[in-house]
């Protein structure tokens, strides 16, 4: 299980540098909102560790999707992540498709991230199981669950144990891995390394609990530390 940390300005990344993947994207924006492309490079430039960089909570819009991943993509990103933020599985389709291809074609390497929401009822957006087919019939590397609203409220106070476990089972047997994120905090830990998913996506967890606060480089080793 790997940690995920979110950073919210360049300076915090440099303090992030012990995470196992440093994630790019803008909050003001939303729950996985896109930064700037001179902000993903200037992280690449300086982290030994992949770089992962968020493009936006999407309506149905292949063609905007497809050039922001490239763009992430050749920004530096090793992984582009898109947040489905609209229901129907023909258009989540759609949409995972032109991201795929975007990235693909000419990055093979990097890894596409499809993300749906924990919180999915409430934002009334497709549901993380009906997401998950759809990113490996159409080539992504992982499917993800997150938090859309950001309030304080867990992904685990819309998705039980049990359902997340069925669902990296399931992405595994697809073929996918699996990344849980969602206002995670140190005591989920014991119940996510059960669950077993590939990544985990921390923000207010090494900010001591406040996602408003600054990233501390001592809660991320604490948090590796628990996870190794």
């Known amino acids: 299980m790997q940690l995920l940390v979110s950073p919210s300005s360049i300076a915090e990344a440099k303090c992030s ?28 430039s300086f982290s030994k560790k992949p770089v992962s960089a968020a493009i936006g909570d999407f309506p149905p819009r292949p063609g905007g999707a497809s050039l922001a991943a490239y763009g992430a993509a050749c920004a530096g990103a090793d992984f582009i992540k898109i947040g489905l933020a609209f ?107 059960k669950i077993d998913p590939a990544i985990i996506g921390v923000r207010g967890m090494v900010c001591g609990g406040d996602r408003n606060a600054t990233i501390r480089e001592d809660l991320i080793r604490t948090a590796l530390a628990r996870i190794r």
């Open 87 to 193: 229901d129907g599985e023909d258009a989540a389709r759609d949409v995972i498709a032109a991201v795929v291809r975007a990235v693909k074609d000419e990055f093979p390497e990097k890894s596409v991230v499809i993300a749906a929401y924990s919180d999915y009822r409430r934002m009334g957006t497709i549901a993380p199981v009906a997401m998950a087919p759809l990113a490996a019939e159409l080539g992504a590397d992982y499917a993800m669950v997150d938090t859309g609203i950001k309030d304080g409220k867990s992904t685990f106070e819309f998705m039980n144990d049990d359902e997340l476990s069925v669902f990296t089972a399931t992405n595994r047997d697809l073929g996918l891995k699996t990344a849980i994120a969602g206002s995670l905090k140190f005591e989920d830990l014991d119940r996510l390394k």
């Open 17 to 44: 540098v012990a995470a196992d993947i440093i994630d790019v994207k803008r909050p003001a924006e939303g729950s996985l909102g896109a930064n700037f492309p001179w902000v993903i490079r200037e992280i690449r």
